[in-house]
């Protein structure tokens, strides 16, 4: 399937957010060596710092998931198969794949994966 130009817009916005979830990753990366090479201060100072360095990996994991969703959506836009369920092969509405980008699936179906998970 050739990319389709009905998702020239998003596809801008995802490369955007990845841009920016990139540089974010990266200055954090700098923040954690610093706080990493503290060796100095109190129990009380180390503690902070160590709770720090916890955080930032905790917020970078997600955000390196985040990443490999918008990787995943970009490449359903080259594939032509952005917009469509995982699940049932059917369109996944515009409304909401605009404020859910990254959603694989449709209503009806992420209803049925949440009733799955919760069972």
Known sequence: MAESKEWEEMKKLLIEKRNYLLSKMSGKNSVDESASERDHGDDSDKATASRELEMNYILNNRERQ????????????????????????????KKRLMVLPLTPYCRDCQSEVEMQSKS
């Open 66 to 93: 985040e990443i490999k969703g918008i990787e995943k959506a970009l490449h359903k836009i080259k594939e032509g198969a952005y917009g469509i369920c995982e699940m049932c092969d059917e369109k996944i509405g």
